[in-house]
């Protein structure tokens, strides 16, 4: 890396400051610091002096805020454990600006805490680029301005970035995301992410979507293939081709006539598979293992579907760590605690992830 510039120290003694006053927050939870990861052989080198630009990182775009903290501390340690070049990896988080969210200022200083060599950068997000666009959806937590920040990344991310790795907070990686990150993208496609062709695809839109004579069917006739539900808690965005084809604009049309006459019911998703159904290109189950976190309403226990596995998504109402500090854990909820770094009352460990040869059912290429 190139000399430190006095911007880079002014922010090194401002993480420094904050983290040696004690907690950064009296509204953020604690946690451990991060076992340290290294590049293993093979790894690009970096190019000096080309800092987020550098060609050979891998980039991992995530939301940040005090609930769903914990939840990201422990995929991102998930991330760099399994990973074969952790050093390589680049994470982009954006954090909820005003309204009593934490400032990034706190945040800033609780993921360096826990981990210091990590190379990210935290973008403010705030909720009035959204927040008129928002319609009320099943659950609460699904009407969050920051569930629609994925919408906007190819505006905050630099422009020298070419692709990104979008990811939900209450995911668990167990195989190296450089696989994923490899994954081709033809050129007619944009997203990449698991399909799932077998669900009821028309249960995510209302009636009066599929009764509408210039809605329906006819929205995706068309396409490259019959639309499918895919989850957009694990995506692999060109954002190169979202900035071209003005993507963020085009969700958000279907954002405001929603506002006009409801044509579904469940949060940031109806508009990205309006949009991208039967136009991305489908990536291997392994990558997307949701649903663990049940529905949206009970968030009941759920086994792993078939299959192997690479990265475990608790989508849903139930996330690990709520059932967890509740006494009720489910049995896949042992698994993603074995990367928690949270620090309870009676808690001072570090996490260290469950051993290889534990996952080696769950990992098999």
């Not at 909820?96 to 190379?119: D, K, M, T």
């Not at 579904?264 to 598979?273: I, T």
């Not at 136009?279 to 949701?290: C, G, K, T």
């Not at 078939?306 to 009720?328: E, I």
Request: charged share 20%.
């Amino acid at each position: 890396m190139g000399a430190a510039s006095p911007a880079m120290w002014a922010g090194l003694v401002l993480v420094v400051l904050l983290a040696a006053s004690g907690p950064a927050s009296a509204g953020l939870p604690r946690f451990a610091e991060a076992p340290e990861y290294r590049n293993g052989d093979g790894c690009p080198a970096p190019v000096t002096g080309a800092g987020v630009c550098d060609p050979g990182l891998v980039h991992i775009a995530m939301t940040l805020d005090a609930h769903y903290l914990r939840g990201s501390m422990a995929a991102i340690y998930s991330l760099l454990k399994h990973a074969s070049c952790p050093e390589s990896i680049f994470f982009h988080f954006l954090a909820a600006e005003g309204g009593g969210a934490p400032a990034v200022a706190e945040l800033r200083a609780a993921v360096a805490a826990s981990f210091p060599s990590l190379r990210f950068e935290i973008y403010p997000f705030r909720a009035d680029a959204v927040a008129g666009l928002i319609s009320a959806s099943v659950r609460a937590a699904l009407e969050a301005p920051l569930n629609y920040a994925r919408n906007h990344l190819a505006d905050l991310l630099p422009r020298c970035v070419p692709r990104a790795i979008y990811l939900d907070s209450d995911v668990l990686a167990v195989d190296d995301v450089r696989r994923l990150w490899e994954t081709r993208l033809p050129a007619a496609a944009v997203v990449a992410a698991p399909e799932y062709c077998h669900a009821n695809f028309s249960r995510y839109f209302t009636e009066a979507f599929w009764d509408d004579p210039v809605l329906g069917a006819r929205v995706f006739a068309g396409r490259r293939r019959a639309p499918c539900y895919f989850n957009t808690g694990v995506m692999v965005i060109d954002l190169r081709r979202w900035r071209v084809g003005n993507y963020r604009q085009r969700i958000e049309r279907w954002m405001e006539m929603q506002k006009e006459k409801r044509i579904y019911e469940l949060g940031s998703l109806p508009p990205f598979l309006l949009v991208f159904a039967g136009e991305i290109e489908a990536v291997d189950h392994r990558w997307n293992q949701h649903g663990l976190g049940g529905d949206n309403v009970f968030g009941s226990c759920r086994p792993l579907h078939n299959g192997p596995v690479s990265l475990m998504h608790w989508s849903g109402k139930g996330k690990p760590w709520d059932r967890l500090d509740a006494g009720k854990p489910c049995p896949l909820d042992h698994t993603w605690k074995s990367y928690d770094l949270y620090i309870g009352e009676n808690d001072s460990s570090p996490a260290s992830g469950p051993s290889r040869s534990a996952l080696s059912s769950l990992v098999a290429w």
